[in-house]
């Protein structure tokens, strides 16, 4: 039981909920994401970028003046809509814990790639109910920005969240990574090429840095040794160390 709990424990504090975790641009939380999705056209992204904010974050919000499309981006090319939907943080047998989640998303499609914006994000918590059902009156409303940003929901040194505002901000980078997750599934099979290839080439770029680095601190005897093996290399009478894993997975590109 012990084990369990400092499992948990651990998990609130994992990295990814600490310093850096909540971006903020010009004073406002600002949670970004780019992909570009290889092999499709312009109209093709825009109109699967379309039909996920309004068929996976607008329908599937709660139903009320505030969920609701902005632009289908016909005009300006800018796919908007603002989202209220329920976070939850504990649900157990007569006992639920949420909050109502706002936010504003904002997409672009072009030249191969897919930017998604997700901003003005607020919460309401703890409204009055009415025969069992929240009515959206009453409770307090938070701005990201006074709640869940490094200042007001880690402690002094980054290195714990803090009770209270930190179940929200667990949650909302755990809700956007979902929403930028999901939209990536929208092409999913192209994104992982895609991704698979810039692995590729990072990978070629610290093979490299490694060699230079191995080169500059060994000794004269040592480099001149390296500098043979890179000749018969180049001449192709010795194998690159690496280059055979390398070479595997871009013929596994289609």
Request: proline share 3%; glycine share 8%; no cysteine.
């Amino acid at each position: 039981v012990m084990a369990m709990a400092q499992k948990v424990k651990e998990d609130k504090n994992a990295p990814k909920y600490l310093k850096g975790a909540v971006p903020v641009e010009n004073g406002i939380v600002t949670f970004k994401k780019s992909f570009r999705v290889p092999g499709q056209s312009d109209a093709q992204l825009y109109e699967n970028m379309l039909f996920y904010v309004k068929d996976n974050l607008v329908v599937k919000g709660i139903e009320d003046a505030w969920t609701r499309m902005l632009s289908e981006g016909k005009e300006d090319g800018v796919i908007a809509a603002r989202v209220e939907e329920w976070m939850v943080f504990s649900k157990k047998f007569l006992s639920l814990d949420q909050t109502r989640l706002r936010y504003q998303i904002n997409v672009t499609t072009g030249q191969g790639k897919v930017n998604i914006t997700v901003t003005q994000i607020s919460y309401l918590y703890g409204e009055e109910w009415e025969e069992n059902k929240p009515t959206g009156k009453g409770g307090e409303i938070y701005r990201a920005e006074e709640w869940i940003t490094d200042e007001h929901a880690l402690n002094k040194k980054g290195s714990k969240v803090l009770s209270g505002s930190g179940k929200f901000r667990r949650k909302t980078i755990d809700r956007m990574n979902e929403i930028f997750e999901n939209a990536m599934d929208m092409f999913e099979e192209k994104v992982k090429e895609e991704q698979k290839r810039i692995a590729l080439i990072e990978q070629r770029a610290q093979m490299m840095q490694s060699r230079a680095q191995q080169f500059l601190m060994g000794d004269p005897d040592e480099q001149a040794s390296m500098m043979a093996d890179a000749m018969m290399q180049l001449q192709g009478q010795q194998p690159i160390e690496g280059e055979a894993e390398v070479m595997e997975a871009e013929e596994a590109l289609p």
